[in-house]
């Protein structure tokens, strides 16, 4: 089980239908992007502030929560500019930041909501200027992308330690996944 970071952007690009039109639009958008990436930054880290155990992680360590602040902004800017045209650069990006938050237990109950979160007040942003849907469902759409190698890296990363640790064969984990799953299904 290793992931191939720009084969599966490749696949999520399809599987999200983000166009040549979205990555036109994104481009375009870049310097409103510029604009408002510290007042997204803000509702972000409002947000999980709000939450007593995803507060405890972004406070955890001194000095976290401002280099947060900075990431946050950059990553932001990138959905933009897609770093290399959403290339292989990119790819290798988005499944490190993934990598990082399975690192430090962030888990699918904290990341799901914190970019339900950004698409939230990106929308709340750009309809309050007026703007039309085109840069919402551009963002949206490179949003999820980037969603689903967080919530991929989580996966792996697990499944990996689990094979490490015990030896099992990747066929037999699988095996033990769908009986767990079937245990827990209703009848
Ligand atoms: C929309 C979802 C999220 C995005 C886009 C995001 C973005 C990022 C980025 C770009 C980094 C830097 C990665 C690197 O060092 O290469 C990072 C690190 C980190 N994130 Fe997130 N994050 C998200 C969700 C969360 C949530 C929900 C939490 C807390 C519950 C969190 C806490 C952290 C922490 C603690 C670090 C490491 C900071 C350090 O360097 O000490 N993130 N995040």
Same mark, same amino acid.
């Not at 007042?39 to 939450?51: Q, R, S, T, V, W």
């Not at 280099?67 to 499944?95: H, K, P, S, V």
């Not at 709340?124 to 703007?131: D, F, H």
């Not at 990996?160 to 209703?186: C, D, K, S």
């Given at each position: 089980?290793?992931?191939?970071?720009? %084969?599966?952007?490749?696949?999520?690009?399809?599987?999200?239908?983000?166009?040549?039109?979205?990555?036109?639009?994104?481009?375009?958008?870049?310097?409103?992007?510029?604009?408002?990436?510290? #007042? =997204?930054?803000?509702?972000? +880290?409002? +947000?999980?502030?709000?939450?007593?155990?995803?507060?405890?992680?972004?406070?955890?360590?001194?000095? /976290? *929560?401002?280099?947060?602040? %900075?990431?946050?902004?950059?990553?932001?800017? %990138?959905?933009?500019?897609? $770093?290399?045209?959403?290339?292989?650069? +990119?790819? #290798? /990006?988005?499944?490190? *930041?993934?990598?990082?938050?399975?690192?430090?237990? *962030?888990?699918?109950?904290?990341?799901?909501?914190?970019?339900?979160?950004?698409?939230?007040?990106?929308?709340?942003?750009?309809?309050? %200027?007026?703007?039309?849907?085109? &840069? /919402?469902?551009?963002?949206?759409? $490179?949003? =999820?992308?980037?969603?689903?190698?967080? #919530?991929?890296? +989580?996966?792996?990363?697990?499944?990996?330690?689990? &094979?490490?640790?015990?030896?099992?064969?990747?066929?037999?984990?699988?095996? &033990? $996944?769908?009986?767990?799953?079937?245990?827990?299904?209703?009848?």
């Amino acid at each position: 089980m290793s992931l191939n970071p720009q %084969e599966f952007m490749a696949k999520m690009e399809a599987r999200m239908v983000f166009s040549t039109e979205d990555k036109a639009v994104l481009k375009a958008g870049a310097d409103w992007g510029k604009e408002v990436a510290a #007042e =997204m930054a803000d509702h972000f +880290y409002d +947000y999980l502030g709000k939450d007593p155990e995803m507060n405890a992680i972004i406070n955890a360590k001194e000095g /976290r *929560i401002h280099r947060l602040r %900075e990431t946050f902004i950059q990553w932001f800017l %990138e959905m933009f500019t897609g $770093i290399d045209d959403w290339g292989n650069q +990119y790819a #290798e /990006r988005r499944w490190r *930041i993934g990598l990082v938050h399975v690192q430090i237990g *962030i888990g699918p109950q904290h990341v799901v909501p914190a970019m339900a979160t950004v698409v939230r007040e990106v929308g709340n942003k750009l309809k309050a %200027e007026g703007k039309n849907d085109e &840069l /919402r469902n551009a963002l949206g759409k $490179i949003c =999820m992308i980037d969603l689903a190698f967080i #919530e991929q890296a +989580y996966v792996e990363v697990s499944s990996n330690a689990v &094979l490490q640790e015990t030896g099992w064969t990747e066929g037999l984990f699988r095996r &033990l $996944i769908t009986t767990g799953a079937g245990q827990h299904a209703p009848a």
